[in-house]
C-alpha cells in the first residue's frame, strides 16, 4: 500500500509547516464545502431499541414515552451539529499531487504549495 499524502497550502499555511513544523487541523465549519462533515440523516424513533438499552444501563429503569421523545431525534434539534463539532478538528490530506481544483482551493489559487 502506497503511505504517501499530500498537503495543499496556501502561503500562510505553507510559512507555518516551514517555520514552525505544525500542521493546520480544521474545523468543519471552516471547510469550503457546507455540506462537508454533516451527519447522515437517520432519524431515530421513539422505539429505538439501541435507545432504550443504553437508557436502562445509564439509569436502570425503563425510560418514560417523555424520556423517549426527549432523546430522540438529537441530531434534528437546532444547533446539535454545531455542538457536537465545537471541539472536532480535521487534518485534510490527499494522494493527489497533480489536482488542479485542489490547486485552486487549498493552495491559494495556484499560488501556493504542496507538501
Not at 497550502?9 to 509547516?17: L, T
Request: aromatic share 12%.
Amino acid at each position: 500500500m502506497d503511505w504517501i499524502f499530500y498537503k495543499y497550502s496556501d502561503f500562510e499555511g505553507a510559512k507555518c509547516i516551514l517555520t514552525k513544523g505544525t500542521l493546520k487541523f480544521d474545523k468543519p465549519s471552516a471547510f469550503n464545502d457546507p455540506f462537508d462533515c454533516l451527519p447522515v440523516n437517520n432519524k431515530v424513533t421513539f422505539d429505538n431499541p439501541e435507545l432504550v438499552i443504553k437508557f436502562r444501563r445509564q439509569h436502570g429503569r425503563e425510560p418514560t414515552l417523555n424520556e423517549k421523545m426527549a432523546n430522540a431525534n438529537i441530531l434534528s434539534r437546532p444547533n446539535a451539529y454545531k455542538n457536537i463539532t465545537e471541539d472536532l478538528r480535521i487534518l485534510c490530506l490527499t494522494k493527489n499531487k497533480n489536482n488542479l481544483l485542489m490547486w485552486s482551493h487549498y493552495a491559494g489559487q495556484h499560488k501556493g504549495c504542496c507538501f
